[in-house]
């Protein structure tokens, strides 16, 4: 009966015990879900507003950043979000628990001759037996109180028959009889009504004792609840790595989308420029040109030691375009750049 009290009368519930950490569980996946459907949001609008002086966006760069953060932020948030789903437990779900995790009970397993599952089926049956016997002696009791007050009645009005004619004796043993019947019905009532009671406090023994059953696999739900839980909070937590990957991914994508604004160096660098390059044995080779000791070419980029080039074709020297090492590890000549004729500007009188 100590078990049974105890499982009657629980403690507070603690909010890191293991049967009520389910609800905290959900929690802390609601509030990572919320952060992980956020940062994505953040970094498009961040990417999308542009700085002065960008000249638009790499749209493929743009598309695979926004399509990535999309991805990551939304598997982040669907593992989260799964931990919240209800489980929609049932006993079978139970097999294989250990039941001495939930303190106070005599319990080890949900299955087995010893079981918990068949404790349960044996209580249930013999609280419904006893119900049903509670039943019947409520019964018997209400119909041997109302024969009992129909007996008392006849008696009473016997009485008063034999009372008003003192004389006559037939009155006189027909109320006799009629008073040791209702006594007899009386009593009859008596010994209905207190198997009533007894019935009714047997009924009640079963059905608490069922009822501290229920308790306990009411714990066992929520152990097998928070350990079903916790299992899918740590599935979530490694998608959540994997979500983070992809958003991380499109951030750089978006990062890399706008393109800026030339600035005047480059825009300098990007203009072509004639040079003279004055080839040396390797340079000969490399253009064709072996009985050229210089050729004109157009400077497009590069560097002052590797320019890049196109070659102005010309009689046994055909035009190409290539890079022109000037130093080592194998310089090909030199290169000069022609000075810019500036042409004198009339004055219009």
Not at 6 to 27: H, I, M, Q
Not at 28 to 40: E, V
Not at 324 to 347: I, M, Q, Y
Request: charged share 25%; with cysteine; glycine share 8%.
């Amino acid at each position: 009966m100590m078990a049974d009290d105890a499982a009657a009368a629980p403690a507070e519930e603690v909010a890191d015990e293991a049967r009520s950490s389910a609800e905290g569980t959900r929690k802390a996946a609601a509030w990572l879900a919320t952060a992980l459907g956020g940062i994505p949001t953040i970094g498009v609008l961040t990417a999308v507003v542009r700085a002065p002086g960008d000249l638009g966006f790499d749209e493929s760069q743009l598309a695979l950043g926004i399509a990535l953060a999309a991805a990551g932020g939304l598997i982040g948030v669907l593992a989260f979000a799964y931990v919240r789903v209800p489980l929609a437990l049932e006993d079978s779900d139970l097999h294989g628990l250990n039941l001495t995790r939930i303190p106070g009970h005599e319990y080890e397993t949900w299955e087995g001759d010893d079981g918990l599952k068949k404790a349960l089926e044996q209580l249930r049956a013999a609280a419904a037996e006893e119900e049903h016997d509670l039943t019947r002696a409520a019964g018997h009791s209400a119909e041997a109180k109302a024969l009992a007050a129909n007996a008392e009645k006849d008696a009473i009005t016997a009485e008063a028959e034999a009372k008003a004619k003192p004389d006559d004796k037939g009155l006189k043993q027909e109320a006799d009889q009629k008073r040791a019947e209702a006594s007899g019905k009386k009593q009859e009532a008596a010994a209905a009504a207190a198997r009533a009671e007894e019935a009714a406090a047997t009924a009640k023994t079963w059905s608490d004792q069922f009822a501290a059953r229920e308790r306990i696999r009411a714990d066992a739900y929520r152990l097998t609840a928070a350990d079903k839980v916790r299992e899918r909070f740590g599935r979530a937590i490694f998608a959540s790595v994997v979500a983070v990957g992809l958003i991380a991914w499109g951030v750089i994508n978006l990062g890399k989308a706008p393109i800026p604004k030339q600035d005047a160096a480059t825009a300098a660098a990007a203009t072509p420029v004639l040079i003279t390059l004055t080839l040396n044995p390797d340079g000969q080779a490399t253009l064709g040109c072996e009985a050229v000791d210089s050729v004109q070419a157009l400077k497009v980029g590069g560097t002052e030691e590797s320019p890049s080039v196109i070659t102005l074709p010309q009689s046994d020297c055909p035009s190409k375009t290539l890079t022109f090492p000037t130093s080592d590890p194998k310089p090909l000549g030199t290169a000069e750049e022609v000075e810019a004729l500036e042409l004198p500007v009339e004055e219009s009188g």
